[in-house]
């Protein structure tokens, strides 16, 4: 999830340069238009958000789906391990 939140950004800044829009023109997470004249709260750094709240939230849901990835590596990691045995366990059973 975090590889598609991460692209879909990069996608919808590619098509908002492709229209002639800045992507600086709205907030990555709430789309809110950001003024001018107004504090513009980066994270990731060019990625700009309106307000802390929503740089934070972004932040939050970053840690989630990293945990979220780190859990699938480590499920991955134990499924092969376990593969791995099971692969030598027959190869003793059969030489036997």
């Known amino acids: 999830m ?6 879909s950004f990069f996608l919808d800044a590619e098509l ?3 229209q002639g829009m ?3 023109d709205a907030c990555a997470l709430c789309d809110k238009p950001l003024a001018r004249d107004s504090d513009v709260f980066m994270y990731r750094g060019d990625t700009p958000y309106c307000s802390e709240v929503c740089r ?8 989630v789906c990293a945990r979220q990835a ?16 099971q692969r ?8 036997s």
Do not use: I
């Not at 975090?2 to 692209?7: F, G, K, L, Q, T």
């Not at 030598?88 to 030489?95: D, E, F, G, I």
């Open 2 to 7: 975090a590889a598609s939140a991460a692209c």
């Open 16 to 18: 908002l340069a492709e």
């Open 22 to 24: 800045s992507a600086m």
């Open 56 to 63: 934070q939230e972004e932040m939050q849901l970053d840690a």
């Open 70 to 85: 780190a859990r699938r590596l480590q499920r991955f990691s134990a499924e092969t391990e376990s593969h791995r045995g």
């Open 88 to 95: 030598q366990s027959r190869k003793v059973s059969v030489a």
